[in-house]
C-alpha cells in the first residue's frame, strides 16, 4: 500500500493528499453529523406528553372578611372544549358549584368561596382542575 502510494504521489502530487485527509476527515464528520442529530432530536424530546388546558384565567374580584374569601373568575377556553371540574387552593376549604363547560373563545364567570384556617393570605395559587385535560394555575392577590 506504500508503494502504491508513494507512485501515484510521484504521477499525481494532489491525489495523495487528497487520500490522507479522507482517511481523517470522514470519520471526524461522522462522529460531527451524530452530535449534531443528538442535540437536535434532544429539545423534541422535551415537548412530549400531556401538557395544561388552553385557556386563559384572570381573576375579576378577590375580596372578603375575616377567614373567608369570595373569588370570581373569568375563564376563556382556547382550544377544544374543556369542564372545569374542581377548584382547590392550598390550605383552604373551598366552595365550588362545578362542574362548568368552556368551549372555545368562550368566557365563562366562575365563583368560588375559600375559607382559610388563619385568614386569607396576602397572595396564593388557585388551582383550576380540568380533569384529563390537566390543571391550570390563577395567582390571586385578595382585596384589590
Known amino acids: 500500500m506504500i508503494a502504491k502510494n508513494l507512485e501515484d504521489r510521484d504521477r499525481n502530487p494532489g491525489l495523495f493528499r487528497y487520500r490522507i485527509m479522507s482517511r481523517f476527515i470522514r470519520p471526524f464528520c461522522a ?3 451524530g452530535v449534531c ?3 437536535v432530536a434532544w429539545p423534541g424530546a422535551a415537548h ?3 401538557h395544561g388546558p388552553d385557556m386563559i384565567a384572570r381573576v375579576e374580584r378577590a375580596a372578603g372578611a375575616g377567614r373567608a374569601l369570595e373569588v370570581d373568575l373569568v375563564v376563556t377556553g382556547l382550544g377544544a372544549p374543556l369542564v372545569l371540574s374542581d377548584v382547590w387552593a392550598p390550605g ?17 364567570a366562575v365563583s368560588a368561596r375559600l375559607t382559610f384556617a388563619g385568614g386569607p393570605p396576602s397572595i396564593f395559587t388557585l388551582m383550576l382542575d380540568f ?14
Open 37 to 39: 442529530a443528538c442535540l
Open 131 to 144: 380533569g384529563v385535560a390537566g390543571q391550570g394555575a390563577v395567582t390571586v392577590i385578595p382585596g384589590f
Open 31 to 33: 462522529a460531527l453529523a
Open 48 to 50: 412530549d406528553g400531556p
Open 92 to 108: 383552604a376549604d373551598v366552595r365550588f358549584d362545578g362542574p362548568v363547560s368552556i368551549g372555545f373563545a368562550q368566557d365563562v
